[in-house]
């Protein structure tokens, strides 16, 4: 029997209105929820907002409002965006709610009388002298700042020394190591669990979990002088909104007793799976079950972002598309747990090629044969239906076909199954031709067709209804359905469709739409800057002909310990190897580099980085905080000169 399901998005900020990056998390989440419950389990689902922290109160102060009164209006835009998505979570927890506090007050208390396995205090007071994102509302090392500023967000680090209290990470790595690599805590997919073993490899300092300079957030119950660092704060909505803080019969059952999953982008990977399972084995909790992180959406190839003007906003597509159509048309962009790219371009041929051809041409013919061929009701089924027995066995395999890529959150991989199904029932129709039956007068053939084909519309019912729940119930009404039958075991059931229900169609579930009619979602992109000549200067053909460009295999390489930016390189250039320090770790990891032939100037005068020598520097291409190696597309050997 299986445990019970509990799902999480991760908390989103309120430092601004929703968009259609978090409307992607909060859809897999509703998606995954819906559809362990067709399977019989039962599920919650939690989202959620983080409303603490200096980049909360900035925003408030910015907007001249008190940071609750502004947290309490844009949380209202996140609900409503929510609703507008049809997303249909259990509970919506918010780090400002008293339930919270006392859950985060209660934690904090643990933590702050727990011991390390090692028996050192798990907190202890300290001073903490560095350089602040209020951004990433994080301290940041040395590898994650260029030219004074955060590289992620291009604004000046703030120099800080405050006294903080700091958690002691290090006695609990080799645990979380362990449960990692033995999948007791589950970090899919594998290029992020790959990348969680590399950084427990270099090794990681103890964190602050407090902040003396901040106002806004929850006081630690042992210090009222300090407030709890906003992650600290953030993590344990996981828990709080169960249970952990005020009812323990909920928390044991959707906690202790239940597959817990976070779903989340990769770029907190690191707070999820390290610093949160730390804090629960110091606390005496079991960790989550699963964390599966997705990766990065661009919009129609560019950096999603309020600068670029290409947010899509929740509530204009869904007023374009409808509800259920916009949740299928990003479910099915890009697999997820990839990066992707959401391409608007293709959002009407897909609509029209997949959802009103297949599927709702589909739920059409049938119906209006069944009107036409059938005096309205379900005709009873009938042996001998050429083809029948194929796609019996088809649809017999699908429900637990389409269950297994979703408990393995292959969400695009569930619906290419179920799409596959639909395709085949189309097929199906052409090659029975029930209308050239019916011209023959053989009515009983003619019922045995479509009844056959209704029943495969009705087990498509079942498995697409986790995307487009309300469109799949409207089909099931035409068919006469009701919810007691929306079950993935009678999704597994061949005549579960009882003959003699009456066949209602008045339009079609999909209508056409005219390409040229449907409005644009983002702004046109725009023209990329470029540097003029006067801008970047000209280089001489002789100052250029001085550089060496080499190809360079990669033999080995490692994080260099204390700064998450750099990788140490051995490579190989054909005639010697070396040693070089590349500021690429957040974009490549070692494993992933390993074998690549790239580019390196070879005749650069070796520099000391982090107390290494560095004897050559690899090309690479940025652009909006993506980075690319410049690799040769052939197999070269390394040594050869690039020109």
């Not at 990003?330 to 009103?356: C, H, M, W």
């Not at 100037?601 to 982090?610: F, K």
Request: proline share 5%; charged share 25%; hydrophobic share 40%.
């Amino acid at each position: 029997m299986l445990k019970n399901f509990y799902v999480s998005t991760p908390i989103y900020y309120v430092n601004d209105k929703p968009h259609i990056g978090h409307g992607y998390t909060s859809i897999a989440a509703d998606f995954f929820a819906r559809f362990n419950r067709l399977a019989g389990r039962e599920a919650f689902f939690l989202t959620g907002t983080d409303e603490h922290g200096t980049k909360v109160a900035n925003a408030a102060e910015a907007k001249g409002m008190d940071p609750r009164t502004f947290c309490d209006g844009v949380v209202t835009h996140f609900v409503e965006a929510w609703k507008s998505l049809g997303v249909d979570y259990n509970y919506f927890v918010r780090t400002t709610d008293a339930r919270h506090e006392k859950a985060i007050q209660k934690l904090l208390t643990v933590l702050n009388e727990a011991k390390t396995p090692d028996g050192r205090d798990a907190i202890y007071p300290g001073v903490y002298e560095g350089l602040y994102c209020t951004g990433c509302e994080k301290f940041l090392t040395e590898g994650e700042i260029v030219d004074g500023n955060c590289s992620i967000h291009k604004t000046p680090a703030q120099h800080l020394t405050e006294r903080n209290y700091f958690f002691r990470l290090e006695p609990y790595l080799p645990i979380i190591k362990e449960k990692v690599e033995n999948n007791e805590l589950v970090i899919l997919p594998d290029e992020r669990r790959r990348e969680v073993l590399g950084l427990l490899r270099m090794g990681l300092p103890d964190f602050s979990i407090s902040r003396e300079s901040v106002t806004w957030g929850i006081k630690l119950p042992f210090d009222p002088s300090q407030v709890a660092y906003v992650w600290v704060d953030a993590l344990p909505n996981y828990i709080s909104a169960i249970g952990y803080g005020d009812d323990p019969e909920m928390f044991e059952k959707w906690w202790a007793n239940a597959e817990v999953v976070h779903l989340m982008a990769k770029d907190i990977l690191k707070f999820h799976c390290l610093y949160w399972p730390a804090m629960l084995m110091a606390a005496g909790l079991k960790c989550p079950d699963k964390i599966f992180i997705h990766g990065y959406a661009t919009v129609n190839g560019e950096k999603m972002g309020k600068s670029a003007g290409n947010q899509i906003d929740p509530h204009r597509m869904t007023e374009i598309y409808g509800v259920d159509a916009t949740r299928y048309l990003l479910l099915n962009q890009y697999p997820f747990g990839a990066d992707g790219d959401i391409k608007e371009t293709e959002f009407v041929a897909r609509y029209n090629s997949d959802l009103a051809n297949d599927l709702g041409n589909l739920v059409s013919r049938v119906a209006k044969m069944i009107n036409q061929y059938c005096h309205g009701r379900i005709p009873e089924p009938r042996a001998n239906v050429v083809g029948k027995k194929e796609m019996m066995s088809m649809a017999e395999d699908l429900p637990d076909e389409v269950f297994d890529h979703v408990r393995n959150f292959r969400i695009t991989d569930a619906i290419s199954s179920t799409w596959n199904m639909i395709r085949a029932t189309n097929r199906f129709l052409e090659n029975a031709a029930p209308w050239k039956l019916a011209k023959e007068g053989d009515m009983e053939a003619v019922g045995g067709v479509l009844y056959t084909a209704a029943e495969l519309v009705r087990v498509v019912t079942i498995l697409l209804y986790p995307i487009m729940p309300e469109k799949m119930r409207e089909v099931r009404k035409i068919f006469g359905l009701d919810d007691s039958t929306l079950t993935l075991d009678s999704a597994r059931t061949w005549f579960d469709l009882p003959h003699g229900n009456m066949v209602t169609f008045k339009t079609s579930v999909f209508p056409r739409l005219d390409a040229d009619k449907v409005p644009s979602l983002v702004a046109p992109p725009r023209e990329p800057e470029t540097e003029t000549v006067d801008e970047i200067g000209l280089v001489t053909y002789d100052h250029f002909a001085k550089m060496r460009l080499r190809v360079a295999e990669v033999i080995s390489a490692e994080k260099v310990k204390g700064a998450d930016k750099l990788l140490r390189l051995q490579i190989d250039l054909g005639s010697e190897k070396r040693q070089i320090v590349a500021g690429i770790a957040q974009h490549y990891a070692p494993e992933i580099i390993v074998g690549k032939k790239i580019v390196v100037v070879a005749n650069l005068e070796p520099a000391t980085i982090r107390g290494i020598e560095s004897r050559g520097m690899l090309l690479a291409a940025q652009k909006d905080g993506q980075l690319t190696l410049v690799t040769v597309d052939k197999d070269i050997p390394a040594g050869a000169s690039v020109s």
